[in-house]
């Protein structure tokens, strides 16, 4: 896949036009001031953590240092969107912001 078509699925992430107005962990993310991140930074190489669900679980990976569009659900949930258009859950220690 190329650029557009990765920031294109970026733009059809729920947080754009729905963000989550619930209190504690339902709550979308403060640290983002109300916006929307589109694009991230790996602060370290992240697998599957299901690989046995998953056939195809060596494509899911991310690389430290490297980074990924992706996509954000409502509730501030946010998946990297790998070069060959398959989406992979991280937690908010693993990523930052750019």
């Known amino acids: 896949m190329n650029t557009t078509d990765l920031i294109a699925i970026s733009k059809t992430s729920p947080a754009l036009s729905d963000r989550s107005k619930e ?7 403060e640290r983002w001031n109300n916006k929307v991140p589109l694009k991230i930074r790996m602060l ?3 697998t599957s953590d299901m690989p046995m669900f ?18 954000v659900n409502r509730y501030g949930a946010l ?9 992979l859950g ?3 220690d693993e990523f930052e912001v750019i």
């Open 44 to 46: 370290k190489t992240v």
């Open 54 to 71: 998953f056939p195809d679980a060596a494509d899911l990976i991310t690389v430290t240092q490297n980074e990924y569009y992706c996509y």
């Open 79 to 87: 998946s990297a969107i790998l070069h060959n258009g398959k989406q």
């Open 23 to 29: 209190k504690g962990k339902f709550a979308y993310p």
């Open 90 to 92: 991280l937690k908010p």
